[in-house]
């Protein structure tokens, strides 16, 4: 089992920057694949990007490519996602995800466990 709790989030105006953090709790936290997703009003929450547990391959969506930078500490059992150069469709609550895999992190149903979420606010 592993509960997962993001923080970090708020307003920030486009340009800006914003790192958020995804605490894990539980053992086996270095096991687990991590991922971000972020849902807008209104539409789909969809896939940001995600740190794969063997080797630490990284997969970005086309959209945060260049601007959104992921790492993990797995002595803190922590997920940071580092948010620059925002722009105002960037808004949305952003939740981190675990995963038992390691391929196909791009996909909801791949992960287990889920965060809260937390609220990323870009002003133009």
């Known amino acids: 089992q592993v509960q997962l709790v993001e923080s970090g989030g708020g307003l920030v105006q486009a340009g800006g920057s914003l790192r958020l953090s995804c605490a894990a709790s539980?053992?086996?936290?270095?096991?687990?694949?991590m991922g971000w997703f972020r849902q807008a009003p209104g539409k789909e929450r969809e896939f940001v990007v995600a740190m794969a547990w063997i080797g630490g391959t990284t997969y970005f969506a086309d959209s945060v490519k260049g601007r959104f930078t992921v790492s993990r500490d797995n002595a803190k059992k922590t997920v940071y996602l580092q948010m620059n150069s925002l722009k105002p469709e960037d808004t949305a609550v952003y939740y981190c995800a675990a995963s038992q895999y390691a391929a196909g992190l791009g996909t909801l149903s791949r992960y287990n466990y889920w965060g809260q979420g937390t609220q990323v606010t870009v002003s133009s």
């Open positions: 539980g053992r086996t936290f270095s096991t687990y694949s």
